[in-house]
């Protein structure tokens, strides 16, 4: 009995620095953003229809990525449209803080070219890019993105490609700050970018 009085206090202090992480990890504007994901994201250069483009050319901007490819069925274009439709509700003010990026896992099919048609249909703004494939899986890896090729049986796509579907939302100063799932609606993901701009 002596002994469980004694570790109740300790007990009691570890549960409270657990559910203050987890409180803390939940908060989008945490004390401490650049710790929000330690690890994850970072710098990346790929290819694009106007010639290489960095994320740090786009220092002083808030950079929405999304991880996704041209020919996909409905994930693609339903994320895709709902940030579309979120970043047209912005002010013309906002929208010159913002630089949406699509990067492509699908560069067999995926040419610079095509990217820019496609991205240019959600957004003028929009960005569209691309890498050779091992360079990629890196990129996705750091970012805790996911994609792999699966076999289409019956179809003149020959292939299909497994992706997680996240818009990930990069600070000014480069840093990753915030991840909106899929499924968010337009209303969703305008607070997301209304929170971002305003830290």
Partial sequence: MDMLMTQLPRFFLLFLLAVGQAHAWSLFSGSNEEERFPGMGGDFTLRSADGPISLKDFRGKLVLIYFGYTSCPDVCPTSLGA???????????EMARIQPIFISVDPERDDPGKLKDYSAYFHPKMIGATADLPYLKDLAKRYGAFFRKAPVEDSTLGYAVDHSSTIYVVNE???????IQHGGSPKLILQHLRKALDD
């Fill in 173 to 179: 100063e480069g840093k990753l700050v915030d991840m």
């Fill in 83 to 93: 940030l579309s439709s979120a970043l047209k509700k912005l002010s013309d003010r």
